[in-house]
């Protein structure tokens, strides 16, 4: 059984910069990063192989957010900088057990196993 846990969230002001982490167990070829506010649709951030590397992000984060890998740790990590606050919104991590076609990593259904979210509020 895969299981994550987040954390790194919190409150920060415009500008500045977090960094989530998603600890991780089992049997894991991907991790992706989403975000979600209430009445809106789970948005896609960035998703990092679990040896590392092949990131994909959204055009929205790209040049701000960072996926990384901790090979010291069965981690991976979210950097977010220049943050402002429409980023304000629930971030999660997921795991996803099979390996998958690179374009399949933006999609909500290619991950196996989803982590309870992390808040982070951006303030002007």
């Known amino acids: 059984q895969v299981q994550l846990v987040e954390s790194g969230g919190g409150l920060v002001q415009a500008g500045g910069s977090l960094r989530l982490s998603c600890a991780a167990s089992?049997?894991?070829?991907?991790i992706g990063w989403f975000r979600q506010t209430p009445g809106k649709e789970r948005e896609f951030l960035a998703s990092?192989?679990?040896?590392?590397?092949?990131?994909v992000y959204a055009d929205s984060v790209k040049g701000r957010f960072t996926a990384s890998r901790d090979n010291a740790k069965n981690a991976v990590y979210l950097q977010m900088n220049s943050l402002e606050p429409e980023d304000t919104a629930l971030y999660y991590c997921?795991?996803?057990?099979?390996?998958?076609?690179?374009?399949?990593?933006?999609?909500?259904?290619?991950?196996?196993?989803w982590g309870q979210g992390t808040q982070v509020t951006v303030s002007s």
């Open positions: 990092i192989r679990w040896s590392g590397g092949n990131t």
């Open positions: 997921a795991a996803a057990n099979t390996l998958r076609l690179l374009s399949r990593w933006m999609y909500t259904d290619a991950y196996d196993y």
């Open positions: 089992g049997r894991i070829f991907a």
